[in-house]
């Protein structure tokens, strides 16, 4: 079977479409038949060797790449119950030091790690959710916010800002926005009540709605200490991306999101997709053979949306 590795660290360039062993389901895991698999930024920083350089993995002979997936389980380990050959999934991938990822024809995961893929949607859809979505979600969940309460989500047209609003909405959460102007028709679609565009004194402009400041923000854009100002003391904040996070001022506690697979979360996701709450975004679909031009395009900072190969 093929699947996408790296064996040096570098530009797209590096990039192998490899042949190897069909992987084999063990003790608790599944087998999925890749149907779709989203390219990340996490994919990027992977192959470039700036994952390893901070520490975050080890360096090995070989490296595979891809987090999301969707597709159909063709093998069952032993322990596994509440899944059968033939279910269509979607999961996540959270290990960095794997020489396998999803970006291939099969990828084995363990069953904890998936859910049942949402049944309105299609798989490349599917496939597009569950990093972005996850990362939105455990962040929401660091805040601890009741409903009612208003929560700053920057970057909030980018894949985590979306779903983040419009999981802060489905929490009873009142959304503070913030993206480029030319963002704020989508951002208000996806149910920001309020919306700040990038390039302001972003905690002049959130005190100005939300006087003495939000109760907690997601900085899915890593704006740092920009985004804190705009937090009300003792409130709280949730960097997405490590190593972005500010000083925790004025007693607001701060947190790093980090990421990880979770089967039960993924199918309230999925449940939220079903019901339209939660919009998965694809920007264009590629074949597993254009994985150099998907790393490319994703380099475009004004792609709205994720990219997913389709074996």
Do not use: C
């Not at 996540?92 to 291939?104: I, K, M, N, Y």
């Not at 969940?141 to 409903?147: E, F, I, Y």
């Not at 009300?232 to 190593?243: D, E, L, P, Q, T």
């Amino acid at each position: 079977m093929r699947a996408v590795v790296i064996r040096s660290f570098g530009g797209p360039e590096v990039l192998e479409l490899a042949e190897v062993p069909m992987p084999r389901a063990g003790v608790g895991q599944i087998r999925i038949k890749v149907v779709a698999a989203a390219v990340n930024p996490v994919d990027l920083h992977t192959r470039s060797g700036g994952l390893a350089q901070a520490g975050l993995m080890v360096p090995r002979e070989v490296i595979g790449l891809g987090w999301d997936v969707a597709g159909t389980i063709d093998e069952i380990g032993s322990g596994v119950v509440d899944f059968a050959v033939g279910d269509e999934v979607y999961g996540l991938s959270d290990r960095l030091d794997v020489p396998l990822g999803t970006h291939a024809d099969h990828v084995v995961l363990d069953a904890t790690a998936v859910a049942h893929a949402p049944r309105t949607v299609s798989a490349i859809e599917a496939a597009s959710v569950p990093l972005g979505a996850l990362t939105a979600a455990q962040s929401l969940d660091l805040l601890a916010l009741t409903a009612g309460r208003t929560v700053l989500i920057t970057g909030a047209a980018g894949a985590v800002g979306g779903f983040a609003v419009e999981l802060a909405v489905a929490r009873g959460l009142r959304v503070v926005a913030t993206s480029r102007a030319d963002d704020e028709a989508l951002v208000r679609k996806l149910g920001a009540k309020f919306f700040v565009p990038r390039g302001v004194r972003l905690g002049e402009a959130v005190r100005a709605l939300v006087p003495g400041g939000v109760d907690g923000a997601v900085d899915a854009a890593s704006l740092g200490a920009e985004a804190l100002d705009a937090v009300r003391s003792r409130g709280a904040f949730a960097a997405v991306v490590g190593g972005a996070e500010p000083v925790g001022l004025r007693g607001i506690r701060v947190d790093n999101t980090w990421i990880r697979a979770d089967g039960r979360q993924l199918a309230e996701l999925a449940a939220l997709i079903d019901t339209g709450r939660l919009t998965p975004r694809v920007a264009e679909t590629l074949p597993l053979d254009s994985v150099a031009a998907a790393h490319h395009r994703l380099a475009d900072t004004s792609l709205r949306g994720r990219l997913v190969l389709h074996p």
